[in-house]
């Protein structure tokens, strides 16, 4: 028998060949060749369950994962064929629109996350934005939007694709989030709406929403300038309406026109779902949504793609009806929790301070070394994941704050109690190893004294 007839009897035929990779494969191989290939690959990368670095959901129920597995082959965007999925989204949007406040009917849609919900939102805000100024015969040459250094990067990607000159104010040393002082020397009348984030990115905290608000109910009085809010709570908008309840940040208040939030961070599904949701109706210009018929029926369409699976949609809304507002606010109160207990064993370790612990915040720790070192947060992420593979970041915040590195564990569904445990004592570990051998990631700074604040 020839090695390729063994291959043919035995299998594993990809364990002596190289993957295909530069050319287009002449040949084929056996389906299960393909998927040994694959899996023996991607066990090489980082394991979801350690990753403490993503918002991204990296666990869900299996009767969620039935329901994911068994409408793979489902395009969400046939309304005409699949009128029961769409439907299912059209419910998705109200009760998201309920769960945020709105006054009456309003108007949505589902997105691939919040980055194309951010994008849709904030070329609403372009387009309403120059219906005022053609309304009133002023020049609509030279849109800006306002926000903070504290947005996820998608905010500079929109306006640099959609041409809006971005206003960004700084941060600044113990100063993670804006408010209405900031916000306020940069308004005028090309401003097409002010950005507020519900949960940065960096530290898990909001903007002055109400602070931000009040500033611009008093610019439209004052000035005849109705500027809107976006909100990106692409993590906060599942968090807060469980954890804070009665904190505002929604359509509670007057300038907040819409809000983006991610389905697969704190909504608790897979990856590949956000949503935008709209206050009214007449915040989604008519000009952005589309009208076509290929699919056999017109319908109309408001998305940056088209073809894209129902599946993620499926499961948003199994989340919502299995576990209600009740069942989001026994998760979220369990992670909130868990990031407590984390917390308290990092200060009490003595090696680190927790950044704003005692604010409103997302389930997560945002914490750095205090005292001096030999090495820096940087060394620690490193050597925690070489120990124990952990995926613990450490970055540095945005300009002017960009002296402050932190290091950020968010907590999830799969950190457990015995999990965060351990952790603690991993990361103590990994400290004491450095103490040992001083730094091992080449850090920029050794040495440094840190202050304490925040
Ligand atoms: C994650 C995130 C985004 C981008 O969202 P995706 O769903 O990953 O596209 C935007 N803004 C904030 C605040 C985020 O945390």
Redesign the pocket.
Known sequence: MTKRDDAALFGNRFLTMPAPSETFPEEGMAATDAMRLLDVDLAMEGDPQRNLAT??TTWMEPEAQRIIAENLHRNFIDHAEYPISAEIEQRCVRMLADLFNAPGKTTGCRT???????MLGALSLKWKWRERRQAAHLSVDRPNLIFGGD??V?WEKFCRYFDVEPRIVPLAEGKYTIGPEDVEPHLDGNTIGVVA?L???FTGHKDDIVGIDKLLRDVRKERDLDIPIHV?G???AFVWPFLYPDSKWDFRLEQVRSI?V?G??YGLVYPGI?WLVFREESDLPKDLVFHENYLGKTDATFTLNFSTGASMVLAQYYNFVRLGRQGYTYVMKMLQENAHVLADNLRSSGRFEVIGSDLEQLPLVAFRLVGEHAYDESDVAWQLSAERGWMVPAYTLPPNAERVKIMRALVKETLSREQIDRLSQDISDACRTLDDKGATHGSERAQVKRGTGY
């Open positions: 918002f991204v691939q996350g919040s980055s194309e919900a951010i947005v996820h998608v984030v949960g940065t990115t990106d692409a993590s906060g983006n991610s697969h961070k956000g």
